[in-house]
């Protein structure tokens, strides 16, 4: 597993083996079962954690315990709780695999020691923080702008990897649909 993370960092960015050397004993593999969790609200997220293979979903659970997909992730994407990360507060989210995983986690401390060790590090991890804020900001405007028909068709469009991976049900709660809507859109898209 950790093979697949430094390819995916060697893809970006040139590290020394003195540099991997650091990074190395610092990661922790953690393999998942399907619909076991990585973080349960409440917990306090202390991760940085690399997918490496498999998929995840990040939801919420409202008081009328109807679940709220906020992300999917999947094979070379990072997994958490930023908010739980940066305040050490309790998180509002759950973690779980929607397929069996492996995730490579590192430890907020270390993984602060790596950034401030090695500045290439540090630079490639703030250039992913703004694409991920970047898609976030275009998920919120997908979410407050977009009609359903035309949220599926972003999400497909976007995330053709993913659309096939997870469950009917819960993409419908992604695009905060429901699952007959979705179903009703898929018909429709399909007689056209």
């Known amino acids: 597993m950790f093979i697949t993370f430094k390819k995916y960092i060697s893809e970006k960015t040139v590290l020394s083996d003195r540099d991997w050397a650091i990074i190395k004993p610092l990661c922790i593999i953690k393999k998942l079962r399907k619909q076991q969790y990585l973080l349960q609200e409440g917990e306090i997220w202390k991760y940085h954690a690399f997918v490496c293979e498999g998929c995840?979903?990040?939801?919420?659970?409202d008081e009328k315990g109807i679940e709220h997909i906020?992300?999917?992730?999947?094979?070379?994407?990072?997994?958490g709780d930023r908010e739980s990360l940066a305040n050490e507060?309790?998180?509002?989210?759950?973690i779980d695999a929607i397929e069996n995983s492996a995730v490579l986690l590192i430890r907020k401390d270390n993984f602060d020691i790596i950034c401030?060790?090695?500045?290439?590090?540090?630079?490639?991890?703030?250039?992913?923080?703004q694409r991920s804020l970047n898609a976030s900001q275009l998920r919120i405007?997908?979410?407050?702008?977009?009609t359903a028909e035309e949220k599926y068709l972003h999400f497909i469009k976007s995330?053709?990897?993913i659309a096939?991976?997870?469950?009917?049900?819960m993409l419908a709660s992604y695009l905060s649909i429901t699952p007959e809507t979705l179903s009703k859109i898929k018909n429709q898209i399909t007689k056209k």
């Not at 500045?119 to 250039?127: A, K, Q, S, V």
């Open 56 to 61: 995840l979903r990040r939801y919420s659970i």
């Open 70 to 79: 906020i992300q999917f992730v999947i094979e070379n994407w990072w997994a």
């Open 89 to 94: 507060t309790p998180s509002r989210y759950n």
């Open 116 to 129: 401030k060790k090695i500045p290439e590090f540090n630079e490639l991890m703030n250039t992913i923080l």
């Open 141 to 146: 405007e997908a979410a407050i702008s977009f």
């Open 159 to 161: 995330f053709p990897n």
């Open 164 to 169: 096939n991976r997870v469950p009917r049900r």
